[in-house]
């Protein structure tokens, strides 16, 4: 059973910051979602052809999953409350431009930018939280809360998604976003408390900082292109193979500078490495859900995109209910990893359920108890995970380390679904050229995705058993900087 030390009382203001901090992530998680329901009203409004309609997506995965660990760097730097807000209004500034756009060009130039934008405000999020709660009961509290902004925030993107193109029309997904901004700008300047950065005295590794964008730009667009050229193609080697040649070369240049933008040593670090390893597993579960899952909805089923919104809401707010407290006792109570071994299981069980599903199953209670399973291993998986990754992160490198978590669920989305749309697409070719029906093919592809989701979780949760382990109130303050007691003899 976990301990936890006395801690000073959390401010009224450090709760708000909290408040402040999920609500722009919110905005940014919102976003990944909420244009997909509206990619057909694009299409049709802007003159896109299929190939080139898939870019009003990839140019915002692409410089997403390029600048977090860039931007949470330079949060270490320069001051973390200066890198959000200035994510924040970038983030406000291009969803303007996006809904303004009347051409195929400035709507893709836009969505890059907004990208940017995205990946500066995230980077920083959960160094934030560090920064505000330092105490575990505290933090588990806080963490659960932007848990459920983080996994809810794509629920209801589909559900505003499919609201705001049906009753007006696509532009206004993305002015939704104006109002958000500027009240996260407002509040966060009002209420963040800025925490002095380690400084740029000793220099700022230019190099390294250029190196790791273009290598992590690369390799995201090698396995977006994955999906529509195959994984032997040149064009996928070859991009891949580009952004390993310029890792390897990022890796060399910071184990030679006496000031790296990206200090090796935070790799070392088991918590970091290890919960980033299951973090992607598990993304690249719960993706398959998300992705297929609406298909399945949409396709096999004839949900509409508001209709598949509001079927999601049973996961969502089951998430919801966890937040406001009773996985943070949990964890408390019992400690991160026994919760996280917990949740991780139960995912695995609703995974499963949804590889179940026919174009007969009725949505209650099959595909509700289905939502409602994964709400609660998504509820009890995410915060643990989250408390494991810092419980070892000096305050100095926490922005690098929020940057590390980010990357770690982008690009495993982005490689999740890849594999698992090539996969399902490889096994729906071969049901229909055994003779079955276009249904049975799509939905033989989907029920393989969903149960490679569940094996993905499945490895997620033998590393976690074999890897991870508890933080102890010991390890949280020698975090902070305070010293470890010294052991007692028997």
């Known amino acids: 059973m976990a301990t936890l030390t006395a801690t000073a009382p959390i401010t009224r203001r450090a709760w708000i910051a909290l408040a402040v901090v999920c609500l ?26 299929q190939a080139d309609l898939t870019w009003v997506v990839n140019a915002y995965l692409v410089t997403f999953g390029s600048f977090l660990l860039v931007a949470g760097r330079f949060g270490d730097l320069i001051g973390r409350r200066r890198v959000f807000l200035s994510g924040v209004v970038l983030f406000t500034l291009a969803s303007a431009a996006c809904g303004f756009a009347d051409t195929q060009a400035l709507l893709i130039a836009a969505r890059f930018v907004q990208g940017i934008g995205g990946a500066i405000a995230s980077s920083v999020t959960i160094a934030l939280i560090v920064s505000e709660f330092p105490g575990a009961a505290d933090r588990a509290k806080a963490m659960s809360v932007y848990m459920f902004v983080a996994v809810g925030g794509g629920s209801v993107g589909l559900l505003a998604g499919g609201l705001l193109t049906q009753s007006i029309d696509w532009h206004w997904i993305f002015f939704v976003n104006l109002p958000i901004g500027i009240a996260t700008l407002l509040l966060g300047r009002s209420y963040i408390d800025e925490v002095e950065g380690i400084g740029v005295r000793g220099g700022v590794d230019v190099a390294g900082a250029v190196l790791v964008t273009v290598a992590l730009m690369l390799g995201v667009y090698a396995i977006i292109g994955s999906a529509d050229h ?54 690249a579960g719960m993706f398959s859900v998300f992705f297929f899952g609406t298909l399945y909805l949409e396709q096999i089923r004839g949900f509409s995109p508001l209709l598949t919104g509001v079927a999601f809401l049973p996961m969502t707010l089951t998430v919801g209910a966890l937040s406001l407290g009773p996985v943070a006792r949990l964890v408390v109570r019992f400690g991160a990893k026994p919760v996280l071994v917990g949740g991780l299981t139960t995912l695995i069980v609703g995974l499963t359920l949804f ?41 100095r490198d926490a922005g690098l380390a929020s940057g590390i978590v980010n990357v770690s669920m982008q690009v495993a989305a982005a490689l999740g679904l890849a594999s698992l749309g090539a996969l399902a697409s490889h096994r729906t070719a071969a049901l229909l050229a055994d003779g079955k029906t276009q ?52």
Do not use: K
């Open 24 to 49: 722009g992530q919110f905005m940014v998680v919102l976003d990944s979602t909420i244009v997909n329901v509206a990619l057909p009203d694009i299409q049709v409004d802007l003159g896109f052809s």
């Open 230 to 283: 195959g994984w032997g193609s040149a064009h996928t080697l070859g991009w891949g193979g580009a952004s390993v040649a310029l890792l390897a070369a990022f890796l060399v240049l910071e184990s030679r500078l006496a000031n790296p933008i990206m200090p090796l040593g935070i790799f070392r670090m088991p918590g970091l490495a290890g919960s980033a390893v299951v973090r992607g597993l598990v993304i």
């Open 355 to 395: 590889a179940t599903v026919e174009p007969g199953t009725p949505y209650a209670p099959v595909v509700f108890v289905a939502l409602v399973v994964m709400g609660l291993g998504a509820g009890t998986s995410f915060m643990p995970l989250l408390t494991i990754a810092m419980a070892d992160v000096p305050p």
């Open 439 to 490: 249904v049975v093919a799509q939905l033989g592809g989907y029920h393989l995705a969903f149960a490679l989701g569940a094996g993905a979780v499945a490895v997620g949760l033998v590393v976690t058993l074999l890897v991870l382990r508890t933080p102890t109130p010991q390890r949280e303050q020698a975090r902070d900087g305070e010293p470890e007691p010294e052991p007692q003899p028997a």
